[in-house]
């Protein structure tokens, strides 16, 4: 055995741990007074074993113009962890490092343009939003449910962007004046804080991919379409005549009666707004409407 091999084989002798061992010291350092000592440093353990930690991530895959890759499977990736990555950060380096073939929205990376829901480990959730350290793994990252899939993790947004549309979800007022008399329409405080939380929605589904009615109802509006509805329903600066026209189309019989009050719009909602409490409240808006006092 040479002389460098008898130095070196002590760097591999273990001894008992000492959480309590601090210093200012470099790793090199610490290990090496540590080991003179007969203690090993527990932090530079760790250290070493975050510089090898990886996140398994199991991610669904289907492209339906590839004959080898039509039938939905799982892909296993081990990216590498660093603190603060979310969700999008490991599907993105996956993609970037492992399978330039892998799919999926994105864009602002700021929980803002709603591009990246994802189903992660069985919960609807937006991938820029959820930090992996939270997460169970191997992290399963699906599409939405009750979607059809494009290919791999993007799924047809057209007949949820359809039911959006079809609330009128834009400002209407038909006593508008003349350009030349045109005055600021101002909002309350009060009302403007009502309505608050229902303008957050930023479009991503999430809620809409939980409802069980709207899986099995496909002409039921959904949450997001009614809230975008209670945004506008419940704007003082609308007319009576026009919120008695939105709530017409919300009582019919695929609108806000349709919901069984499960709330699990709710509580995937990214952004947090009350979604059910917002379709409890038009149905009561509804039920006053038609209430006749003779």
Known sequence: MSTQQQQQEP??????????MKGAE??????LKDKESGMVDEHAEKEA???????????FRYDPEV?????????????????????LDAVMYARDEFDSSLTFRHSCRQAVCGSDAFFVNGTQKLGCKTQISELEQPVRIEP?????????LVVDMDHFYDQMHAVEPYFQ????????????????????????????????????????IAAGDNEYLGPAAINKAYKFAMDDRESEDIKAHRLRILEQEHGV?????????????????????????LKREAVKKNLKFW
Do not use: Y
Request: charged content about 35%; overall charge negative; hydrophobic content about 25%.
């Open 11 to 20: 760097e591999s002798q273990e001894s008992p741990k000492d959480p309590e």
């Open 26 to 31: 470099s790793p090199q350092q610490r290990r």
């Open 49 to 59: 074993e975050a510089a090898d930690e990886t996140v398994h991530l199991k991610v």
């Open 67 to 87: 004959e080898a890759k039509q039938e939905p499977r799982f892909d296993d990736f081990h990216v590498p962890f660093e603190k603060g990555m979310t969700v």
């Open 144 to 152: 939405l449910p009750h979607q059809e899939v494009v290919k791999d």
């Open 173 to 212: 007022d038909e006593d508008t004046p003349e350009s030349d008399e045109l005055e600021e329409q101002r909002q309350t405080p009060e009302n403007r804080e009502k309505i608050k939380m229902s303008s957050r929605c930023i479009w991503c589904a999430a809620c809409m991919s939980s409802c069980n």
């Open 257 to 281: 009666w349709r919901c069984q009050t499960q709330f699990s719009c709710t509580e995937v909602c990214p952004k947090d707004i009350p979604l059910t409490e917002h379709i409890q409240e």
